[in-house]
């Protein structure tokens, strides 16, 4: 008789086991998502609660969001390979990501939240 194990807790182990998946899988939905968000910014069809106007937010969201993505993905993939040392994997790569998706929540409601609070997090 076979027994069948699930596989979600591997695959979900997968994800986090090297830096470049989930930091440039969120990059490039980030950048869809705010590119949507932004043309309709601009289009005057949605009004986001944020301090910035629509093209000093769209700035925004690309440095902050995008690029800082990109680079944590690289980062965290290439230095364990320059330096020999192990890479940061599992939780606390769950962890860095998971900071990175509540500044981005931030940045879509910044004008909700105390500058000190939407500071620390971006």
Excluded: C, E
């Excluded at 807790?9 to 994800?15: E, I, K």
């Excluded at 949507?36 to 601009?42: F, N, P, Q």
């Excluded at 981005?104 to 409601?109: E, F, I, V």
């Amino acid at each position: 008789m076979l027994i069948h194990k699930s596989t979600r807790p591997r695959q979900l182990a997968a994800f986090f086991s090297y830096g470049f998946r989930p930091f440039f899988l969120g990059a490039s939905a980030w950048a869809a998502l705010s590119m949507v968000l932004w043309l309709s910014m601009l289009s005057g069809g949605l009004r986001l609660p944020v301090w910035f106007d629509p093209v000093s937010w769209h700035a925004h969201a690309f440095i902050f969001g995008y690029l800082s993505a990109v680079m944590a993905g690289f980062l965290l993939t290439a230095v364990p390979n320059w330096t020999g040392r192990p890479a940061i994997r599992g939780a606390p790569l769950l962890g860095l990501f998971a900071l990175w998706i509540a500044a981005r929540a931030a940045s879509l409601a910044s004008n909700l939240l105390p500058p000190l609070v939407f500071g620390i997090l971006d």
